[in-house]
């Protein structure tokens, strides 16, 4: 009796896995092997390639710490004429506006020009120079015949017999524009005259 109901059973089984259509059969086995695969993920967790990266990820940063730190000077590309030399020197004599300056050097870059051999009034002439190395004449402007008779001194355009009223610190100076000339201006205060030369332009 046992014999026969497991032939029976063994039949029965056979006889159901015949019976199942292709697809059917082809849709468990897809089930089954995605089970499996999903299984080995939640198995793996964070011991699959997460951990790897972050092993790999510590051990580089290990290796990075370790180096030893070095700081290499670099060499900066020297143009002559330009940053071979000081350009603004505080303990040059040509900038000390208390004293006589060098005619030849004033004459090139305008300022303040003496009238009176004897002026004492040393406040008033270094304030005179800081104004001449302040204010800029930008332009020139002539007339029809090319003779200049409007400047265009600190965003004002001046004649001759204009006045200029700049402030340097406490002291209020009324500059009066005295002389125009294509290139420079000539305004003056008491005895002292104040030239203003307009900047050179290069062309390359």
């Known amino acids: 009796m046992v014999n026969h109901k497991n032939m029976m059973n063994k039949k029965s089984v056979a006889g159901g896995?015949?019976?199942?259509?292709?697809?059917?059969?082809a849709m468990t086995v897809l089930l089954v092997v995605m089970a499996i695969l999903w299984g080995r993920v939640l198995l793996m967790?964070?011991?699959?390639?997460?951990?790897?990266?972050?092993?790999?990820?510590?051990?580089t940063q290990e290796m990075v710490s370790d180096l030893p730190l070095r700081i290499e000077p670099v060499e900066l590309p020297v143009l002559p004429g330009r940053n071979d030399r000081v350009s603004n020197d505080m303990f040059s004599a040509k900038n000390w506006t208390a004293f006589e300056?060098?005619?030849?050097q004033r004459a090139a870059s305008g300022g303040v020009k003496i009238g009176t051999e004897g002026d004492s009034e040393l406040r008033h002439r270094a304030s005179l120079e800081r104004?001449?190395?302040?204010?800029?004449?930008?332009?020139?402007?002539c007339d029809?015949?090319?003779r200049p008779f409007q400047a265009f001194v600190d965003d004002k355009i001046l004649s001759v017999g204009s006045t200029l009223t700049v402030q340097e610190g406490p002291d209020q100076f009324v500059l009066s524009l005295k002389e125009i000339s294509k290139k420079e201006v000539t305004f003056l205060w008491n005895d002292i005259s104040v030239i203003l030369k307009m900047a050179e332009t290069f062309e390359f």
Request: charged residues 15%; proline residues 5%; hydrophobic residues 40%.
């Open 17 to 25: 896995l015949q019976s199942m259509s292709p697809k059917v059969m």
């Open 45 to 59: 967790g964070k011991g699959g390639p997460a951990a790897a990266d972050a092993q790999g990820q510590t051990s």
């Open 101 to 104: 300056l060098n005619q030849n």
């Open 131 to 141: 104004i001449a190395g302040r204010i800029k004449l930008e332009a020139v402007i």
């Open 144 to 146: 029809v015949q090319n």
